[in-house]
Nanobody
């Protein structure tokens, strides 16, 4: 079973930037895609951005133009560069890893956008 670990969350002022990282390791697997989801209290977990091993990307409308997802397949690592952050971006951000056999979730990292 793989371990999925996120990092890079924190407190940032509106208009600021953060870069989230997610690394999957610990077992043999082949990654098909990786993505970032977020969940605020009382809300459903929603897709922010995803990327396939081939480099195809998908973004939520709220993220387009502000967020950029990238990955290093050799390291099984995905990044989310978040610019022009807004208070509405405040949530726990989770990394999702989809392999040929199953899916894995990270523990989440808190992103808080506030003055």
């Amino acid at each position: 079973q793989a371990q999925v670990v996120e990092s890079g969350g924190g407190l940032v002022q509106p208009g600021g930037s953060l870069r989230l990282s997610c690394a999957a390791s610990g077992s043999r697997f082949s990654v098909n895609s990786m993505g970032w989801y977020r969940q605020a209290p009382g809300n459903q977990r929603e897709l922010v951005a995803s990327i396939t091993s081939g480099g195809s990307t998908n973004y939520a409308d709220s993220a387009k133009g502000r967020f950029t997802i990238s990955r290093d397949n050799a390291k099984n690592t995905v990044y989310l560069q978040m610019n022009s952050l807004k208070p509405e971006d405040t949530a726990v951000y989770y990394c999702k890893v989809i392999t040929h056999w199953t899916t894995y979730w990270g523990q989440g990292t808190q992103v808080t956008v506030s003055s």
